[in-house]
């Protein structure tokens, strides 16, 4: 069964770092474009990652520009989230989108606090 698995999730201090990965399985994972998204307590899912099918597009919100990098590995059919710099309002549940196998990943916590 095609699915989107994630992990890396947790409590972290701000400044801190944390690195999320999100692993492919039943489908094609080197021909789809990958996207994280978060959603805040409250808050609106938010697109703020996407990398194109050969790691050669990658694209950022301004909330994350500079602070997170979004990564891929299509021989483990895992991509990645690094995220540096972290600060309160980054605290969200954060997803792993398939975007052409309309897959969705089942979310990772990440709490910023002190």
């Known amino acids: 069964q095609a699915q989107l698995v994630e992990s890396g999730g947790g409590l972290v201090q701000p400044g801190g770092s944390l690195r999320l990965s999100c692993a492919a399985s039943?489908?094609?994972?080197?021909?789809?474009?990958m996207s994280w998204y978060r959603q805040g307590p409250g808050k609106e899912r938010e697109l703020f990652a996407s990398?194109?099918?050969?790691?050669?597009?990658?694209d950022y919100a301004d909330s994350v520009k500079g602070r997170f990098t979004i990564s891929r590995d299509n021989a483990k059919n895992t991509v990645y989230l690094q995220m540096n710099t972290l600060t309160p309002e980054d605290t969200a549940v954060y997803y792993c989108?398939?975007?052409?196998?309309?897959?969705w990943g089942q979310g990772t916590q990440v709490t910023v606090s002190s």
């Open positions: 989108r398939a975007r052409s196998a309309g897959l």
């Open positions: 039943g489908f094609t994972f080197s021909i789809d474009a």
């Open positions: 990398i194109g099918t050969r790691s050669i597009s990658t």
